[in-house]
């Protein structure tokens, strides 16, 4: 089973900057979709970003559009979120997860097959 570990989340002002990243257990061939979701207190797992197999085709929630950045290093199941011009509505904890289905990516948590523990991002106004 491949586990997930998210890193560097934290506190920031309103308006500055923070990069999750998020590192599979153990080396495989078979690359994953990645894709890293958040979760508030009260509210429903939602999607922030996805990224392809092969790091071209990437996909983002309309309200990070612009300000988040999803990458992946090389053809490894590691993934990064930079995270600018960060706002108060972007607290939440940040999951990572894989998918090991090689179709389409997916905003939905369904499809997803493994899931980090999650990072506490904290945006203060």
């Known amino acids: 089973q491949v586990q997930l570990v998210e890193s560097g989340g934290g506190s920031v002002q309103a308006g500055g900057s923070l990069r999750l990243s998020c590192e599979a257990s153990r080396r495989t061939r078979v690359t994953y979709i990645m894709g890293w979701f958040r979760q508030s207190p009260g509210k429903e797992r939602e999607f922030v970003a996805a990224?392809?197999?092969?790091?071209?085709?990437?996909d983002y929630a309309d309200s990070v559009k612009g300000r988040f950045t999803i990458s992946r290093e090389g053809a490894k199941n590691t993934v990064f979120l930079q995270m600018n011009s960060l706002k108060p509505e972007d607290t939440a904890v940040y999951y990572c997860?894989?998918?090991?289905?090689?179709?389409?990516?997916?905003?939905?948590?369904?499809?997803?097959?493994?899931w980090g523990h999650g990072t506490q991002v904290t945006v203060s106004s």
């Open positions: 990224i392809g197999r092969y790091g071209t085709i990437r």
């Open positions: 997860a894989a998918d090991r289905d090689p179709g389409v990516l997916s905003s939905a948590p369904g499809p997803y097959d493994y």
